[in-house]
């Protein structure tokens, strides 16, 4: 069983940082995909961006790319979601997961999940 635990959010002003992290444990971290989702209220949970078990791979949802980017330290079993030109509209839970066997977009392929952590971009 996977645990995994995100933290770095926060409030931040429009065109702010933030670098989100997810440490896992439990599992053998180098052989997941990991991917970041976040849900604002009321709106379903929609992806964000993922990354293969190497980090060479990755993808971005259109409203995060060149402003989002997601890499992974496999020696320390976590993953991270830097976030740059932060804006309003980012506003939400970010959640990382994880999948066991497939390279998905869709949240309900994933199969772990953390607790979430919030992200506030004031205008």
């Known amino acids: 069983q996977v645990q995994l635990v995100e933290s770095g959010g926060g409030l931040v002003q429009a065109g702010g940082s933030l670098r989100l992290s997810c440490a896992a444990s439990?599992?053998?971290?180098?052989?997941?995909?990991m991917g970041w989702f976040r849900q604002a209220p009321g709106k379903e949970r929609e992806f964000v961006a993922r990354?293969?078990?190497?980090?060479?791979?990755?993808d971005y949802a259109k409203s995060v790319k060149g402003r989002f980017t997601i890499s992974r330290d496999n020696a320390w079993n976590t993953v991270y979601l830097h976030m740059n030109n932060l804006r309003p509209e980012d506003t939400a839970v970010y959640y990382c997961?994880?999948?066991?066997?497939?390279?998905?977009?869709?949240?309900?392929?994933?199969?772990?999940w953390g607790q979430g952590t919030q992200v506030t971009v004031s205008s």
């Open positions: 990354i293969s078990q190497r980090g060479r791979n990755t």
């Open positions: 439990g599992g053998t971290f180098s052989s997941l995909r």
């Open positions: 997961a994880a999948d066991r066997d497939g390279w998905s977009l869709v949240s309900r392929d994933y199969d772990y």
